[in-house]
């Protein structure tokens, strides 16, 4: 089996890791594994294994003649049978089976968002989906649109997994005291929601007794960001919340950390919250998207309403107040992920997938 993994970038996002971790697990258990980014490096190069064929495009605009000549001569030399393309690359993909008909194009959706909107706002992808052999989501409620929505009979959830690199460099560390660091993993954009929990945490005063927040993402430096910017400014915060950008050593960062959260508007399954079980941490989620298929409310973390600013409160409230009930739902939700959303059972299911 040959299996090209395609993606957009290589920020730290939830679609780019999964690319990445997809990459580098099926290069120990298939004849060979490549991941091509169409338009952008960041921090996830690092994290790509040697045993993976790699490339960059460096593509300019949606259809750049000399990067898609580029990208079938890759796949051409490789003798790659199946593409697999992540999110927004499905175009690129698209393009490259008008010349490659006989490979098979499979397209895997993580937008939790796209629940919300019509076909009709998606005619591009609902044309281009008569080329996918197959689509798989990170959540049936994904499955349902794609079924109801898209050009394509074969749909597949299959649940994203989290890895631990032991070889990972230290390189960030953080602010605030150990045993009262909050950390959010999530780009500084919508719909994740962050200046709910700014306004969470600043009610809740518990930065006087030295707790302190981590926010661990893609700063774009537009309005969202200058928007939290400007709460935190205003409500002299600077001492206590702290804002890093992307960064790649997550599993070092969570280490240092004792609370995890997401509190997005939408997701499709967060790789964040495997992370932060894997790392130990006590969690408190937003019940959107397969969030509460992780997060089971008071057995291994707490979940909210993120529409809901009280409730909000309220959970990240319990959680900080009860250190025993911490201590329960990390341990809860470790044995969950290591049971649950282990590579070996994502991978061997991935392989299955491939195979019908």
């Not at 593409?83 to 690129?92: E, L, M, N």
């Not at 993402?217 to 702290?242: A, M, P, Q, R, W």
Request: net charge positive; proline share 2%.
């Amino acid at each position: 089996m040959r299996v090209l993994q395609l993606i957009d970038s290589l920020e730290a996002g939830g679609a780019e890791r999964m690319a990445v971790n997809y990459a580098n697990a099926l290069a120990k258990e298939i004849d060979f594994s490549g991941l091509v980014v169409t338009r952008k490096v960041g921090p996830l190069l690092n994290q790509i294994n040697s045993s993976v064929s790699y490339l960059f495009l460096n593509k300019k605009n949606a259809i750049d003649l000399k990067t898609l000549f580029k990208l079938r001569k890759f796949v051409m030399e490789n003798k790659v049978e199946i593409i697999h393309a992540h999110g927004t690359s499905f175009f690129t993909a698209f393009l490259l089976k008008l010349s490659c008909p006989k490979i098979k194009l499979i397209w895997h959706e993580h937008y939790g968002a796209r629940v919300h909107q019509k076909g009709k706002d998606n005619l591009v992808l609902y044309f281009t989906s008569f080329f996918f052999t197959s689509v798989f989501v990170v959540n049936h409620q994904l499955e349902s649109w794609v079924k109801k929505n898209l050009l394509v009979k074969k749909v597949s959830y299959i649940p994203n997994f989290a890895v631990m690199d032991l070889n990972e460099p230290k390189l960030t560390f953080l602010e605030g005291q150990l045993g009262k660091r909050i950390v959010c993993l999530a780009n500084l954009k919508d719909p994740k929601n962050h200046l709910a929990l700014l306004t969470a945490f600043e009610e809740l005063k518990f930065y006087t007794t030295g707790w302190s927040l981590h926010l661990i993402g893609k700063d774009y430096n537009d309005d969202y960001s200058n928007c939290l910017k400007n709460f935190i400014k205003e409500n002299n915060l600077g001492t206590h919340v702290f804002l890093y950008d992307s960064k790649s050593d997550i599993q070092h960062i969570l280490s240092q950390a004792t609370i995890g959260v997401l509190c997005s508007t939408d997701e499709g399954f967060p790789v964040s919250l495997l992370e932060y079980g894997l790392a130990k941490l006590a969690v408190v989620s937003t019940n959107v998207g397969y969030c509460s298929e992780i997060i089971q409310d008071n057995y291994t973390g707490l979940l909210f309403d993120p529409l809901n600013n009280k409730q909000f409160q309220n959970q990240l409230q319990n959680m900080l107040l009860n250190t025993g009930q911490r201590e329960v739902f990390a341990m809860n939700l470790h044995r969950l992920v290591l049971e649950h959303y282990s590579m070996e059972k994502g991978v061997k299911l991935l392989i299955s997938k491939y195979s019908n």
